[in-house]
């Protein structure tokens, strides 16, 4: 079906298209009853301005552009990322400003499609997840003059405004609290390599390793998947040395090596005490039920859209730090106990 036009209302009102602008847009020029009877019509065969013309006119487009370099699988099946959009929606709903979501497969397409989406007027500003050390993606966005928030360490956002919690902080908790417990082995299975937020978690991991006087500790990267959790704890739990006690970076790794501690017989956490970043129903859902480094990631969310839709309005914005994630123990840790191998 042709979307109509302002031409297809100024035919069917008997005006000019210059009428017709002039009552959509509310400019004097015409009469009270000209307005109505085209504004009637308007609504009748469901026109709506286009992109390109708002853009023209220095409107907003009253949306927001969020692209995730993933799967798509990976939103569907990863609470994170649910969370994180609800918070998002929490402050874009209200003020009728929609969320444009599309995965891209690089960081290229990424850029491209940010640019396009500019350039069209479709956006009027974006949100950057994901953050890399020296993130291409950075210069590339601020040089479209476009509002940007990222969501993730400032060091990586460069000039972009940041919105961040420290991982490093969390991070040291959590070894900490199993060195208390008595742990001298602990093993973290951790997410991509390349994520900024991944290299801070990382060092902040070795460091505080070293600090508690214990041995280097091994640390495997994955894909976040379920899958790839898997296969890295069985790697570590059949090493001619296993840990102890393993640090996973999401709540699905988490789980998934839970499954394989069983199917290796390993009681948890007599045999090994098990650690999730990021709570969720999963980590509770289990048994037994998973000790995890809590957030509000809702308002993570939600703080990232309030900050992006202040730089919309022109308003100032700056790295917001929110409060870093807790430590929550449960019932899959307790102090080690000899193994019988």
């Known amino acids: 079906m042709k979307r109509?036009?302002?031409?297809?209302?100024?035919?069917?009102?008997?005006?000019?298209?210059?009428?017709?602008?002039?009552?959509?847009?509310?400019?004097?020029?015409?009469?009270?009853?000209?307005?109505?009877?085209v504004k009637a019509i308007a609504r009748e065969v469901g026109w709506r301005p286009s992109n390109a013309a708002r853009a023209?006119?220095?409107?907003?487009?009253?949306?927001?552009?969020?692209?995730?370099?993933?799967?798509?699988?990976?939103?569907?099946?990863?609470?994170f990322f649910m969370e994180l959009i609800s918070g998002i929606e929490s402050e874009?709903?209200?003020?009728?400003?929609?969320?444009?979501?599309?995965?891209?497969?690089?960081h290229d397409d990424e850029v491209e499609l940010?640019?396009?989406?500019?350039?069209?007027?479709?956006?009027?500003?974006?949100?950057?997840?994901?953050?890399?050390?020296?993130?291409?993606?950075?210069?590339?966005?601020a040089?479209?003059?476009?509002?940007?928030?990222?969501?993730?360490?400032?060091?990586?956002?460069?000039t972009v405004p940041a919105v961040w919690s420290d991982d490093g902080a969390s991070i040291r908790e959590t070894v900490a609290y199993l060195a208390t417990l008595g742990h001298r082995s602990i093993a973290r299975v951790a997410g991509l390599a390349r994520l900024a937020h991944t290299t801070v978690r990382d060092a902040a991991f070795e460091a505080s390793c070293r600090e508690a006087g214990l041995p280097e500790?091994?640390?495997?990267?994955t894909d976040y998947s379920g899958e790839d959790g898997a296969q890295a704890t069985r790697r570590l739990l059949i090493a001619p040395s296993p840990p102890t006690a393993i640090?996973?970076?999401?709540?699905i790794m988490a789980v998934a090596g839970l499954s394989v501690a069983q199917e290796l017989n390993l009681e948890v956490p007599r045999d090994l005490s098990l650690v999730a970043w990021d709570d969720s129903p999963f980590t509770q859902a289990v048994r037994p039920q998973l000790t995890a480094l809590t957030r509000d990631i809702f308002d993570y969310g939600a703080c990232a859209a309030r900050t992006l839709l202040a730089a919309v309005d022109k308003e100032p914005v700056e790295h917001l730090q929110v409060t870093a994630a807790r430590l929550v123990p449960r019932a899959s840790t307790s102090p080690p106990q000899p193994r019988l191998r």
């Open 4 to 37: 109509p036009t302002i031409a297809d209302i100024a035919r069917q009102a008997g005006v000019s298209k210059v009428a017709v602008s002039y009552a959509l847009n509310d400019q004097p020029g015409v009469s009270a009853q000209t307005r109505a009877r």
């Open 143 to 158: 040089a479209l003059d476009m509002p940007v928030v990222a969501l993730g360490p400032p060091h990586a956002a460069g």
């Open 56 to 79: 023209l006119n220095g409107a907003l487009a009253r949306a927001v552009g969020l692209a995730v370099c993933r799967p798509a699988r990976t939103l569907g099946v990863e609470p």
């Open 217 to 221: 500790p091994a640390v495997v990267h």
């Open 114 to 141: 940010y640019q396009r989406w500019w350039g069209e007027g479709r956006v009027d500003g974006a949100l950057l997840v994901d953050l890399h050390d020296d993130d291409t993606r950075v210069p590339a966005l």
């Open 247 to 251: 640090v996973y970076d999401n709540d």
């Open 92 to 106: 874009l709903a209200p003020r009728s400003i929609a969320l444009m979501l599309q995965t891209v497969t690089s």
